[in-house]
């Protein structure tokens, strides 16, 4: 993972499976199916504020501009290879 900076942005999205960035404590995980955003981000009314909003709009007009280029399905699906599950819950 790489830290964004007021000068650098130069992430893909839908590229591949293997770009991710940092801003603060939100990550960007770049697949060729889906663009993943987690964590937190606090932006403050200051000159590292603006850089962060700055570095988080020009991600977001990326993945935009990625997804304003194609014939897009209504909805997709999850692949069908995912570890994701139901569990039960332990505290109950």
């Given at each position: 993972?790489?830290n964004l900076s007021s000068a650098e942005t130069?992430?893909?999205?839908?590229?591949?499976?293997?770009?991710?960035?940092?801003?603060?404590?939100?990550?960007?995980?770049?697949?060729?199916?889906?663009?993943?955003?987690?964590?937190?981000?606090?932006?403050?009314?200051?000159?590292?504020?603006?850089?962060?909003?700055?570095?988080?709009?020009?991600?977001?007009?990326?993945?935009?501009?990625?997804?304003?280029?194609?014939?897009?399905?209504?909805?997709?699906?999850?692949?069908?290879?995912?570890?994701?599950?139901?569990?039960?819950?332990?505290?109950?």
């Amino acid at each position: 993972m790489s830290n964004l900076s007021s000068a650098e942005t130069s992430f893909s999205p839908f590229a591949n499976d293997v770009d991710a960035l940092t801003l603060g404590e939100l990550n960007v995980e770049n697949h060729r199916d889906h663009v993943a955003i987690f964590g937190n981000l606090t932006l403050r009314r200051d000159a590292d504020g603006l850089r962060q909003a700055q570095a988080l709009k020009t991600v977001l007009d990326a993945v935009v501009a990625a997804l304003s280029g194609t014939d897009l399905p209504a909805h997709s699906e999850m692949p069908s290879g995912t570890t994701a599950r139901s569990v039960k819950n332990p505290f109950e």
